[in-house]
């Protein structure tokens, strides 16, 4: 399923194959919560904007519409017309990040919905049940998703309890993509790595989940309250004891000098809100940095967002129009300020690629690393 095309010291070039298609490696996932991209793209502009997979949320869609009506309706490729791959987290996190009242067992957690506060579990079984319901065509292992820094007892325990549910997830999914009516029947399961800020527990973690030979496997538990120091110590830690056959994904990371910085390392996957949370307040990216759209200089600037992109939104509008459009409150500013930070990723990943297959990664992310993420 996936092939090591090339390597540049540690810097991979991949490709994954899934049932939906296949993706060119290292690549950015598009995140669509509740299978909609927030500031109103529809599935033709991901097509337009060079996005090659998206992510979708298992705990919101889980909340609504509910993952049975989803099944009911084929599965999200169908439910958001969109025929490309789909991974699906788990709902670890934000199990752990929304909902209130958790109630942490072996067979796995009882929560408040942050929507209405009625009672839930979920467990391996229960999320696996609800992606392959999803149909994605990446299920994600649940885990428990702790905070940085936590007590070095309380991570080791929680890293041997997610081993212990990893292999109920294996189980389940395999037991649900074998019914007669599974939804993607060639959905697969990633396992995720967990430690904390413990470069010796993370290593030891991957060793056990290794041992499970899934199709894949995360780096998670990271950007949520450690430095960016001790993020890049983690990652080079644990990537000698990833299968190096195998996709490597990082978990919800990050800015683009964050995820230029961790291809050099041997990441493969990527996904982050940011990109889009950022657009949708103005903060748009270029490359030369990032400008403030929202700051008074641009209110007659007749020149595009960055007039070396090459995006749809760059080839036809100025940064007075779209200041003007996110002042006044237009739906419309967020989906262009939304379309440019996406397109500026997905091609920021296709140069990488394609730096990768000239050989020539290290000078380029000596080149760009440090200016992409430059405050203008």
């Known amino acids: 399923m996936f092939e090591l095309i090339k390597t540049e010291k540690n810097a991979r070039r991949g490709r994954y194959h899934t049932p939906h298609g296949t993706v060119e490696t290292p690549v950015f996932m598009n ?7 927030k500031g109103g793209l529809a599935a033709d502009d991901l097509e337009q904007i060079g996005c090659q997979i998206e992510l979708s949320n298992t705990y919101h869609l889980h909340l609504r519409p509910g993952d049975g009506a989803v099944g009911e309706m084929g599965g999200l490729h169908k439910f958001m017309t969109w025929d490309r791959p789909i991974l699906t987290d788990s709902g670890g996190f934000q199990v752990f990040s929304l909902a209130s009242l958790r109630k942490i067992k072996e067979e796995g957690v009882t929560f408040a919905s942050h929507l209405d506060g009625r009672r839930i579990f979920m467990g391996p079984e229960e999320s696996m049940r609800i992606q392959a319901n999803l149909g994605s065509d990446v299920a994600m292992a649940f885990d428990e998703c702790i905070e940085n820094p936590s007590p070095r007892d309380y991570v080791k325990t929680s890293c041997d309890r997610t081993v212990r549910w990893l292999e109920r997830c294996k189980k389940a999914l395999s037991d649900y993509t074998s019914e007669e009516n599974a939804v993607n029947p060639g959905q697969v399961l990633w396992g995720i790595n967990q430690g904390g800020t413990y470069p010796d527990l993370r290593v030891d973690h991957m060793k056990a989940i290794a041992e499970l030979d899934l199709p894949g496997y995360a780096i998670g538990g990271l950007a949520v309250g450690e430095t960016t120091e001790e993020m890049y110590e983690i990652i080079s830690a644990v990537e000698p004891y990833m299968p190096s056959d195998r996709p490597r994904y990082l978990m919800g990371v990050g800015t683009p000098g964050n995820i230029i910085e961790a291809v050099w390392r041997g990441v493969d996957f990527f996904d982050c809100v940011m990109p889009a949370r950022n657009a949708r307040h103005g903060h748009l990216h270029t490359r030369h940095g990032r400008i403030n759209i929202n700051n008074q200089k641009y209110a007659t600037d007749p020149l595009p967002i960055d007039p070396e992109c090459g995006c749809p939104v760059c080839q036809r509008y100025s940064r007075g129009y779209i200041r003007h459009l996110l002042k006044a409150e237009e739906v419309l500013g967020l ?34 690393a440090e200016e992409f993420d430059r405050r203008i």
Not at 31 to 37: E, K, N, W
Not at 343 to 366: K, T, V
């Open 31 to 37: 995140v669509g919560t509740q299978a909609a991209i």
């Open 335 to 368: 989906r262009l300020c939304v379309m440019h930070n996406l397109w500026f990723y997905n091609n920021m990943m296709a140069e990488i690629r394609q730096s990768l297959d000239a050989g020539c990664f290290e000078s380029w992310r000596n080149e760009h």
